[in-house]
């Protein structure tokens, strides 16, 4: 069986052969049953796709080992045991419990404990994005373009493709989680034991497989590969929140802790490497990904190729009047995931503003490099909103880029040559698609600062402080637009390198959230976008800052649409 010229036939030559293969197949047993026929081909459907991720795969791998090593590494070069003794108050604050978790270890501080407690949890959220990404590319999306209805024109069981997906994205996993253990035991941080750092990859590998198990779920629900990711990443993303809020509460002396337990995040860092060593919290990860993968196969067991297990609704016979533009079908194309979002968004700033009354409480006790570190001398409230508004807009960010990526995959599913066929110029249509999500993520910066402005307010009884929370979080938005230029850019001339954007976004995070806190010159600093607006109301704006980045942001769109308007197109 040759996959690869299969896959490479056209539609037009799935032959009256193919459909008696078929047909020979299921008569032969590979009719859903689990075992048997039901993995027929498994070996070949995972050589194909270890063939299709040979670039991909170690890239996934090598830049998390990479974040890795520079964390351990920079950390134990910067931080003498003083400086580890004043971080370790501010590693206590309810606030960096609900970023960064528990914090295990903090009363008697070492390098490789502030580590592992500090920047673990981000490393789990990329190992996280990798497992959903891979196993949704090699389902799903197989799915959706028609490939798999070739493939099991072959000699396939109808489980196959989806072991095949979980057992390569496992061996990701795997890998990853043994790289970034050595990375760490090798690194300047000089940890002790090794078993220790084992554990810290462990844990690594452990949130990995929790989300291919999820994300093995998600692609029987839907019929399409971006909702199935969304679904996916939005329990990632609920995982982050939930281990954030029973963090805060044990960092606090609170009762909501046992949410930690809740969480596949969570359940990594309740092993607590160098600290407690404690390797049972792992055994809730493996029966999750034993009892997701059961249901993934049951689901699929009961679904049609190429359907999702809910019911598509069929459209109506005529479009409204808002579907006449190509900014009404941009729009209604984002329409469901810009409210989910929304309402997320809301509900979390809400949340995160309500601890402003707890980081009032407790300011007292602070030193004053650490109000400084939180925004500066005029408050620790303001601090915190301020912080607060550059954390929105990292996550606001990741909801841009995802939607400029949708750009490519409505060209990948040939869905842009039938808009482009009527009087829609490919500028147009670009422009509207972009326009919908500048707009989109200025309006959930906005919902970030009342929700924010709201929460902080209702536990200060102070509603002054709703007007600046709302300017401090709308003027982020420009930092965000700034990664939807380049995204267009890059989509313009070279859509391959989309992916590009994310290294940037996640560059600028990492050098916003821990750039002071490592001790880095100005210059390396301001190579992230979120480095220039200032923190409102802790810091004055700068609209220097804000008029730069919107006037970048649209000769980036308009060099993206040239690109747009000259290079070939995907078509059927």
Not at 9 to 38: I, K
Not at 73 to 101: E, H, R, S
Not at 232 to 259: E, I
Not at 265 to 281: E, I, K, M, N, V
């Amino acid at each position: 069986m040759n996959l690869l010229a299969s896959t490479e036939a056209g539609p037009g030559d799935a032959t009256a052969d193919r459909r008696q293969a078929h047909r020979r197949a299921r008569a032969r047993g590979a009719d859903g049953r689990l075992g048997g026929g039901g993995l027929t081909g498994l070996g070949h459907l995972l050589l194909f796709m270890l063939r299709r991720d040979r670039l991909r795969m170690p890239i996934w791998v090598l830049s998390l080992t990479a974040l890795t090593a520079y964390f351990a590494n920079a950390i134990a070069l910067v931080m003498d045991a003083d400086t580890l003794q004043t971080m370790t108050v501010f590693a206590k604050n309810p606030v960096m419990g609900l970023i960064t978790g528990p914090g295990y270890g903090l009363d008697d501080i070492t390098v490789p404990r502030f580590i592992v407690g500090m920047y673990a949890v981000f490393l789990m959220i990329g190992i996280g994005l990798m497992s959903i990404t891979t196993v949704t590319r090699h389902t799903r999306a197989e799915e959706q373009t028609g490939r798999a209805e070739l493939i099991r024109a072959n000699v396939t069981g109808r489980h196959a493709q989806l072991f095949a997906a979980v057992i390569l994205t496992v061996i990701m996993n795997v890998v990853a989680g043994a790289l970034m253990a050595a990375a760490l035991q090798f690194s300047e941080a000089d940890p002790d034991p090794a078993t220790s750092s084992l554990l810290f990859g462990a844990g690594m590998t452990a949130v990995g497989c929790v989300f291919v198990g999820v994300t093995s779920v998600t692609v029987q629900l839907t019929g399409f590969s971006r909702a199935a990711s969304g679904m996916a990443g939005a329990v990632l993303a609920l995982s982050f929140v939930v281990r954030g809020l029973g963090d805060m509460s044990a960092v606090a002396g609170g009762d909501l802790d046992w949410l930690s337990w809740l969480s596949p995040l969570g359940w990594s860092q309740q092993t607590a490497p160098f600290t407690l060593d404690r390797w049972w919290p792992l055994l809730y990860s493996v029966a999750a990904l034993v009892v997701l993968l059961v249901i993934g196969l049951a689901v699929q067991s009961r679904r049609d190729l190429g359907a999702g297990i809910t019911a598509e609704r069929p459209g109506r016979a005529h479009a409204g009047r808002g579907l006449s533009t190509a900014f009404g079908l941009a729009f209604r194309l984002q329409r469901s995931t810009l409210i989910w979002w929304s309402l997320g968004i809301l509900v979390m700033a809400a949340i995160f503003g309500s601890f402003a009354g707890a980081m009032a409480e407790g300011a007292d006790g602070m030193p004053e490099q650490i109000t400084q570190l939180m925004g500066g001398p005029r408050g620790i409230v303001d601090g915190y909103l301020g912080y607060m508004a550059l954390y929105m807009a990292m996550i606001v960010a990741a909801f841009a880029l995802i939607t400029v990526g949708g750009l490519r995959s409505e060209e990948q599913d040939f869905h842009t040559e039938p808009v482009l066929a009527t009087a829609v110029s490919r500028g147009g249509w670009m422009a509207s698609w972009v326009t919908v999500t500048l707009l989109g993520s200025g309006w959930l910066m906005l919902l970030a600062g009342i929700g924010e402005g709201i929460g902080a307010a209702a536990s200060l009884d102070d509603w002054d402080l709703l007007g600046p929370t709302v300017l401090g979080h709308l003027v982020q938005s420009a930092a965000v637009w700034v990664l939807i230029g380049l995204a267009c850019l890059l989509y313009g001339f070279a859509p391959r390198l989309l992916g590009l954007t994310w290294i940037v976004f996640a560059g600028s995070a990492v050098l916003a959230l821990f750039g002071g806190l490592l001790q880095l010159d100005d210059a390396v600093l301001d190579l992230s976008v979120f480095n220039h607006i200032g923190q409102y109301p802790a810091e004055d704006i700068s609209a220097e800052a804000v008029l730069t980045f919107l006037a970048i942001t649209v000769v980036l769109v308009g060099a993206g649409m040239v690109g747009f308007r000259r290079r070939d197109l995907v078509t059927a």
